[in-house]
């Protein structure tokens, strides 16, 4: 074929959604090939790059360009082409060249209107206005015969249409602030439903796209029966409402033939005989046929309650959608307004039975019931006597009151699933008054239909008294709890945030509600929970010989000691510190060697003010502990019970108290499961279920995102627990610079035999060396004790376990070797949840590889450490990666596991290689590990972390195990007796001249802390 054409005759067909396919022949009819075709066609249509970006498909032989639906009207209204082709159109393609112009300026001037044919089926779409259209086809023959043929090709107006509608988007309404100014000034356009009995025209007025010439608007009136008249019934009525005046309405009457007959004025005549028809039509479509009556006025027919009541509820929406004016009796857009509201009105007494003071979330009180329907606020009798009317429209005190039966029937199984003879428990007065609703206990084995009743049920409300009402602002306002007054035997100065956190605790038990105190570690959870002990003996008015008989006749005593359960690792921690802040309470320790069975339990702990013991003790006796009533039960490190469904959780819950009391600086670890087990043991019932609270908040919070949800659970637990943080401003300025801090540590039994074992056999060779051979084993028995107080692996020799095929690392077996990693760990894992930096110092090479591969493990996190063997270079890498600035604020939000940053937060460093001339500021808790002989040392070692360019307040945490050298040496270094602070200052040589007893007294391990 000879490709430099002169002349290419173009023919095309449009599809249904406007795309138009082209294709063209030469002289001798033979196809131009597409490509061919494109590149003159589109050589000057910049909308196509040219023709680049338009696709060329070959169909049975013929190759089609494909030209956008939206780009068909601008390109053949263009008439852009290349002079030196002579171009012929045939067909569609001479059809569209005429009506291509026209539709373009109707595009351009907006003289387009929305389909109505579209719109029936659920569609927006545009079309131009057909008059504009034959006009504007008038100015030709060639246009008016194209116009003409659009009415006998209906695929080809098909096409056109769907082009001309995608032309009108892309130009008007192809952004977001375009398509949004369309829906705000015409919102009826985007409705699906209504429209029924329209025509096009009638439709375009009611959406407001074309102006209604007629000087009213038509309108349907519900009429209420009179009640002067005895007269039952309701009526429909037509009027005319007037544009210029709403307030002035005309009756019509509709005969059965659409004949309008009433008193309107003169100039409305014309538009009512044009119009009326088509309000019948319009009427009929939209309301049942057993509506209309015959004769001149279709609706006279009465109407019963039932009728009226559907009309209000139903009809009257169809008729809104279907652009009526309806005007429905004032009460009613009231009543639809104000959702039915159901009250529990507590009596004005005390707020518990028989005049007695409320204690507890189960204690009971009465209450009256009170329904809101509309405007009527009726009692529960009027409401009984309403709703055995059987009416849904009932007339009452001159108004009238809507019964919607669905919502009756929620509000009665609303009321009767709260017994009001058996009154309102204080937990039912708080969750009605913080949420609006009440979780009463539901059956775990509820079906999903009872779940979603229950989610959908009235919401129940609470009208509170005066004592209630200060009761409940008291539980929610710092500013109004009591502040009693420090306990005189409190051998400490309680700063302000924790004399706060004091009195919560008093306030609370005083109700005896339950407490979660969760402040951030390092705060003084400890002292402010002694304070409270001290403050529970100070009040008890217990005559000690009451106390002596109760137990010489084996009754219970009239008010039994608190309980602290705490992991094993922490037990030495609470008897030093209550010794320490509080000698004056009796505490006994149930735990190892001092574990006393029920034959002596009893009249031990009768005498005593507080009974210590671990997690794992407290499981084992489960039996004993729960046979008396306790004063107090406080769990520390509480999140030990996050798991609900393990043994130890079911143990102490089941361990009766008056108070109840939580101790935790992590709440919530990983799943609000666990916020809901530490609330269930403070406060059981509170939260519902275990399946209700994953079904009410867990599944909504964790995988929904629910922010209702997530601000409900926060306003149901806020008023039991009391959570400050390091960086709160008024807890700030309360702290001081440096906050060191001990923890004591028992040993395992597996560092307790082996400590033993190392200082017997001491004291026999002790018997036989003298000189530099009894130092030299003095110290070598020394540096063995010290390294086993650590781990018992240091003194074994043995190696790290390997790790799996996934470079994975077992760590339990070395976690459960040695209470010191066990608490590290936790506290460790507790400041990286606040997204703290800390140094931990140990003096041992071994002790630091076995930290650093725990904690990498453990924190999925990487994990330096430093020590004599790094290079300078290594040296300095890690001081800069661990010196890096802190994540934004934004970033911060991420818990740390999840992070991609191989940011490293935790710094191991041996003492001596990391003690002295380090800036490792980015940290602000630094670990003692285990212990120094000089404290100069230690203070060096703390000051890489508190020293100029530190902004945030230091955390110093000295771990010393208990019974051991360790514990011995700390006291001596306190005291300073037996030595002078220049020789403790110097190194450990002097323990070489200690004498054989005095060895034996230093080194010889105390049995009371071993299990």
């Given at each position: 074929m000879n490709m430099q054409l002169r002349t290419i005759t173009v023919q095309l067909a449009l599809t249904p959604y406007g795309d138009a396919l082209i294709f063209g022949t030469n002289n001798g009819h033979e196809a131009v090939p597409g490509l061919y075709l494109k590149q003159r066609l589109f050589a000057w249509h910049e909308d196509s790059f040219y023709g680049t970006e338009l696709t060329v498909q070959n169909a049975e032989g013929v190759e089609l360009i494909i030209l956008p639906a939206e780009q068909v009207i601008p390109f053949f209204s263009a008439r852009k082409l290349l002079t030196h082709i002579d171009w012929n159109w045939e067909g569609s393609a001479a059809q569209l060249m005429e009506l291509a112009p026209l539709l373009s300026a109707s595009l351009e001037e907006k003289l387009y209107i929305p389909s109505f044919t579209a719109h029936q089926a659920g569609k927006l779409q545009w079309t131009w206005d057909e008059e504009v259209l034959r006009l504007a086809a008038e100015a030709s023959a060639q246009a008016q015969a194209a116009h003409l043929e659009l009415s006998l090709n209906s695929s080809f107006a098909d096409g056109l249409q769907a082009a001309f509608s995608a032309a009108v988007f892309q130009r008007h309404y192809g952004t977001e602030a375009e398509t949004g100014d369309l829906r705000s000034e015409y919102p009826l356009l985007f409705e699906r439903s209504g429209a029924a009995g329209m025509d096009a025209a009638s439709w375009l007025m009611a959406i407001g796209w074309k102006a209604d010439t007629a000087p009213f608007r038509p309108a349907l009136q519900l009429l209420e029966p009179d009640a002067d008249a005895d007269d039952s019934h309701w009526r429909?009525?037509?009027?005319?409402?007037?544009?210029?005046?709403?307030?002035?309405?005309?009756?019509?009457?509709?005969?059965?033939?659409?004949?309008?007959?009433?008193?309107?004025?003169?100039?409305?005549?014309?538009?009512?005989?044009?119009?009326?028809a088509g309000w019948l039509t319009r009427l009929r479509a939209s309301m049942p046929t057993e509506r209309f009556a015959p004769g001149g006025d279709v609706l006279a027919e009465p109407l019963s309650d039932e009728i009226a009541w559907r009309f209000l509820t139903v009809d009257s929406q169809l008729l809104l959608e279907a652009g009526w004016q309806v005007l429905l009796p004032a009460w009613w857009e009231a009543a639809s307004r104000k959702k039915p509201r159901l009250r529990a009105k507590v009596s004005s007494g005390e707020g518990s039975r028989g005049g007695q003071s409320l204690f507890g979330l189960d204690s009971l009180i009465d209450f009256d019931w009170r329904i809101?329907?509309?405007?009527?606020?009726?009692?529960?009798?009027?409401?009984?006597?309403?709703?055995?009317?059987?009416?849904?429209?009932?007339?009452?005190?001159?108004?009238?009151?809507?019964?919607?039966?669905?919502?009756?029937?929620?509000?009665q199984r609303a009321m009767a699933g709260m017994d009001k003879s058996q009154g309102l428990s204080f937990q039912d007065i708080l969750q009605l008054h913080l949420l609006g609703s009440v979780d009463k206990a539901q059956n775990d084995n509820a079906s999903e239909e009872q779940l979603l009743e229950d989610a959908t049920r009235v919401r129940l409300e609470v009208e509170l008294n005066e004592h209630l009402i200060g009761l409940i602002a008291q539980l929610g306002q710092r500013s109004q709890w009591p502040k009693?007054?420090?306990?005189?035997?409190?051998?400490?100065?309680?700063?302000?945030?924790?004399?706060?956190?004091?009195?919560?605790?008093?306030?609370?038990?005083?109700?005896?509600?339950?407490?979660?105190?969760?402040?951030?570690?390092?705060?003084?959870?400890?002292?402010?929970?002694?304070?409270?002990?001290?403050?529970?003996?100070?009040?008890s008015d217990i005559d000690p010989a009451q106390r002596e008989a109760a137990i010489r006749s084996h009754s219970a005593p009239p008010e039994w000691p608190s309980l602290i359960i705490c992991p094993t690792s922490v037990l030495g921690n609470w008897e030093k510190e209550l010794q320490r802040f509080a000698p004056s309470l009796n505490v006994m320790l149930h735990y190892g060697s001092r574990r006393l069975d029920a034959g002596f339990f009893y009249g031990a702990a009768a005498q005593a003010d507080v009974v210590l013991t671990s997690y794992s003790t407290a499981t084992l006796d489960q039996e004993l502990l729960k046979e008396f009533t306790w004063a107090t039960v406080c769990l520390d490190e509480a999140q030990n019970i996050k798991n609900a469904q393990t043994k130890q959780s079911a143990a102490v819950r089941s361990f009766p108290a008056l108070h109840r009391i939580a101790l935790t600086g992590t709440p919530i670890e990983n799943r609000?499961?666990?916020?809901?087990?530490?609330?269930?043991?403070?406060?059981?019932?509170?939260?519902?279920?275990?399946?209700?609270?994953?079904?009410?908040?867990s599944n909504a919070i964790e995988k929904e995102h629910d922010v209702k949800r997530t601000e409900d659970l926060q306003r149901l637990v806020k008023p039991f627990m009391l959570r400050r943080k390091k960086k709160d401003p008024a807890i700030q300025l309360d702290l001081p610079e440096k906050n060191e801090m001990k923890t004591y540590i028992h040993l395992t039994a597996e560092q307790a035999a082996l400590y033993d074992q190392t200082?017997?056999?001491?004291?026999?060779?002790?018997?036989?060396?003298?000189?530099?051979?009894?130092?030299?084993?003095?110290?070598?028995?020394?540096?063995?004790?010290?390294?086993?107080?650590?781990?018992?692996?240091?003194?074994?020799?043995?190696?790290?376990?390997?790790?799996?095929?996934?470079?994975?690392?077992?760590?339990?077996?070395?976690?459960?070797?040695?209470?010191?990693?066990?608490?590290?760990?936790?506290?460790?894992?507790?400041?990286?949840?606040?997204?703290?930096?800390?140094?931990?110092?140990?003096?041992?090479?071994?002790?630091?590889?076995?930290?650093?591969?725990?904690?990498q493990e453990e924190l999925q996190e990487p994990v330096l450490y430093l020590n004599g063997s790094s290079s300078k270079a290594a040296r300095d890498q890690m001081i800069e990666r661990f010196q890096a600035p802190f994540p934004s604020a934004a970033e911060s939000l991420l818990p740390s596991k999840d992070s991609a940053s191989d940011q490293?937060?935790?710094?191991?460093?041996?003492?001596?290689?990391?003690?002295?001339?380090?800036?490792?500021?980015?940290?602000?808790?630094?670990?003692?590990?285990?212990?120094?002989?000089?404290?100069?040392?230690?203070?060096?070692?703390?000051?890489?972390?508190?020293?100029?360019g530190q902004t945030r307040d230091v955390q110093v945490h000295k771990f010393i195990s208990l019974g051991t050298l360790e514990e011995r040496i700390d006291e001596m270094l306190e005291s300073k007796q037996q030595l002078s602070e220049n020789v403790i200052a110097t190194s450990e040589g002097w323990i070489t001249e200690l004498s054989t007893d005095a060895l034996k007294d230093l080194f010889t391990l105390r049995r009371e802390w071993m299990g």
């Open positions: 429909l009525q037509l009027l005319l409402q007037d544009k210029r005046d709403a307030s002035a309405l005309v009756p019509v009457r509709l005969a059965d033939d659409g004949e309008p007959h009433g008193l309107w004025p003169t100039a409305w005549s014309a538009h009512v005989h044009e119009r009326a809101s329907i509309g405007d009527a606020d009726l009692s529960e009798a009027e409401f009984a006597e309403l709703v055995a009317r059987g009416q849904r429209l009932v007339r009452f005190r001159g108004q009238w009151v809507p019964l919607d039966p669905a919502l009756l029937a929620q509000i009693p007054a420090v306990p005189a035997s409190l051998q400490a100065e309680l700063r302000p945030y924790q004399h706060e956190g004091y009195a919560w605790l008093a306030f609370l038990r005083r109700f005896g509600l339950g407490a979660c105190l969760a402040d951030d570690m390092g705060l003084g959870k400890t002292v402010q929970l002694i304070a409270y002990l001290l403050h529970l003996k100070d009040q609000l499961s666990e916020l809901w087990s530490i609330y269930d043991f403070i406060t059981p019932g509170y939260l519902g279920s275990s399946r209700a609270f994953n079904e009410r908040f200082v017997n056999g001491l004291m026999e060779r002790m018997q036989k060396l003298e000189g530099i051979e009894r130092k030299g084993a003095i110290l070598a028995a020394l540096t063995g004790l010290k390294q086993l107080c650590d781990h018992p692996m240091l003194l074994t020799k043995e190696a790290l376990p390997d790790t799996d095929a996934e470079n994975r690392l077992d760590t339990s077996a070395l976690i459960d070797r040695s209470a010191k990693l066990e608490r590290l760990l936790a506290m460790v894992r507790e400041l990286r949840e606040e997204n703290e930096r800390c140094l931990i110092f140990t003096q041992y090479i071994g002790m630091g590889k076995m930290l650093q591969a725990v904690l490293p937060n935790v710094f191991i460093l041996s003492l001596k290689a990391g003690g002295v001339g380090l800036n490792l500021t980015a940290a602000n808790h630094v670990f003692h590990f285990d212990r120094w002989w000089n404290p100069a040392v230690e203070n060096q070692a703390t000051d890489r972390a508190y020293r100029m």
